[in-house]
């Protein structure tokens, strides 16, 4: 008797330490081991969703059977009540995915067609500052003369830099010198339109001969880092001062992005000039 005692004691315990899934699994003697959807069917089971086909033994699943409305019921009551599924959780998790997955996606179908640059690359900031003939002999630029004392600030444009880069920079003056005067044109971020000697670049522009009407230009490159920069188109008369008003006037600025490297710089020529730029 107390061998058999003894036998009892240590079945009940393998009983006791043996996982439930592992009984559970094989509980429906129609899922052989060789079904496909055992484990699945056993995950149902397990987790008490399901309980069998053939009440009160329940020995068997019926993994053929259709599932009518009211077991579908049973089944998501089931699932609900034991939280075997998040359901919201879920949805979540499948969105965040979804989302990650679509994100990835758009960016690198954005780097594709950008080669692998950034938007501003590909992006170009234009402004500008013009006055001229607005009809007949009259014109809107505000300058009426360019005196010989002093540096004359004739119009200015800002530019919004979205990153590091370059600003191009061409400024041009219609106006007529006299027989004893020239006329000299630069650009410049001083709000004051200081010395010349401090124009960007050191570019300037001036007349070629006197006494007549010019168009002068003058063009410079300003390598800029992102952000918000101000330039100033300005002149002003060596000589008897100018017997006629300022007839044009313009300051065209394009930025793009390029590294300070890829600004080369060669010495030339800084006096541009154009002469019968205007039919005086």
Request: charged share 20%; proline share 5%.
């Amino acid at each position: 008797m107390k061998g058999r005692s003894k036998w009892i004691a240590l079945l009940s315990a393998v009983l006791l330490v043996t996982p439930l899934a592992v009984w559970a699994s094989d509980r429906f003697e129609d899922v052989p081991d060789s079904n496909v959807f055992h484990d699945d069917i056993s995950w149902l089971a397990d987790s008490g969703v399901t309980f069998g086909c053939n009440p009160p033994d329940n020995t068997q699943f019926c993994p053929s059977e259709n599932v009518t409305r009211e077991q579908m019921a049973a089944f998501m009551r089931r699932l609900s009540e034991g939280q075997v599924v998040d359901a919201a959780t879920a949805v979540e998790a499948d969105h965040a995915t979804t989302a990650d997955s679509a994100t990835e996606s758009d960016h690198a179908a954005d780097s594709d067609q950008l080669g692998g640059e950034p938007p501003t690359a590909y992006q170009t900031v234009v402004s500008y500052f013009d006055c001229g003939f607005v009809g007949g002999a009259g014109t809107n630029c505000s300058t009426s003369s360019i005196p010989a004392t002093t540096n004359t600030l004739i119009g200015e444009t800002a530019i919004e830099a979205p990153a590091d880069g370059v600003t191009e920079l061409t400024g041009t003056i219609g106006a007529q010198t006299t027989a004893t005067s020239q006329l000299v044109v630069w650009v410049t971020t001083d709000a004051a339109c200081g010395s010349f000697t401090e124009a960007l670049g050191g570019k300037l522009g001036v007349t070629s001969s006197q006494g007549a009407v010019e168009t002068v230009d003058v063009s410079v490159v300003d390598v800029v880092p992102a952000g918000s920069k101000t330039y100033r188109l300005c002149a002003r008369t060596f000589g008897t001062a100018a017997a006629k008003p300022v007839f044009e006037a313009n300051l065209y600025a394009r930025w793009t992005e390029a590294p300070p490297s890829a600004v080369t710089h060669s010495e030339g020529d800084v006096t541009q000039h154009s002469e019968g730029g205007i039919d005086g």
